[in-house]
């Protein structure tokens, strides 16, 4: 499976609500759910690339650094992570959950937006609240904060992220239901926000050389932690 689908290098960051883009009809004259995704004006920050995932064979949309997506809708959504946290909420009365994608615990959040964990869970919460979900009813599922860089241990990025959102979490309390955090692998992220899924791809190694410890370790195939209610598979 191609682990890299067209658009990954996409900026992450629009200043202004991104501009729809007309829906092409097809055959019939119906018109592609994605297409009827990607013409829908988007706030600033809100995931708008979208695709057909022959993997999955659902429409996916894809949550690029500093972007989020919520939905109630029967589709995916995707994210690729390093040292960065996605943060998936999930309100199991309302149906509806979503994603965010940060790379750094905070910062200036009118410069930096949705790229700053403090602002994207933030504009995360706020748009399940919008959508019909409850505080109270919220669950979370994390992951990310690898250590991707070999030997940059001074000032681990992923570290930093993983204890800031799992702070973050508890001061809100929404309960983290499973989590797939540090180590040092690349992750790639589908979550199902109708039924709160997620399945979690462990990419390949940024620095294989400590590929022998961790063999040695027994942590070459870690199982994601997870507690009862909390959905994630490995794929």
Same mark, same amino acid.
Request: no cysteine; net charge positive.
């Given at each position: 499976m191609n682990l890299s689908p067209s658009g990954l290098g996409a900026s992450s960051i629009r200043s202004a609500t991104a501009a729809p883009v007309a829906p092409r009809v097809l055959a019939g004259g119906r018109v592609s759910r994605v297409?009827?995704?990607?013409?829908?004006p988007r706030s600033p920050g809100e995931a708008s690339f979208f695709y057909n995932d022959h993997h999955f064979h659902y429409d996916t949309v894809k949550?690029?650094?500093?972007?989020y997506f919520v939905s109630g809708d029967d589709l995916v959504i995707m994210t690729v992570l390093g040292s960065c946290i996605a943060a998936c909420l999930w309100d199991g009365r309302a149906r509806v959950g979503?994603?965010?994608h940060f790379m750094l615990p905070d910062g200036d959040s009118i410069d930096g937006g949705g790229r700053y964990g403090s602002y994207a869970m933030e504009l995360l919460i706020n748009e399940m609240l919008k959508k019909g979900a409850r505080r109270e009813s919220m669950q979370a599922k994390v992951f990310g904060g690898a250590q !991707?860089?070999?030997?940059f241990t001074t000032l681990n990025v992923g570290e930093r992220?993983?204890?800031f959102v799992f702070e973050y979490l508890a001061t809100e309390r929404i309960p983290v239901v499973s989590q797939d955090v540090l180590d040092i692998h690349p992750r790639k992220v589908c979550f199902f926000p109708a039924s709160g899924k997620a399945l979690v791809k462990r990419l390949a190694h940024t620095h294989p050389e400590t590929l022998v410890v961790e063999?040695?370790?027994?942590?070459?195939?870690?199982? !994601?932690k997870a507690t009862s209610g909390g959905s994630v598979d490995l794929f």
């Open positions: 297409d009827q995704l990607k013409a829908q949550v690029l650094p500093g972007e979503g994603m965010n !991707v860089m070999a030997g992220n993983t204890k063999e040695r370790k027994g942590n070459a195939a870690t199982v !994601v």
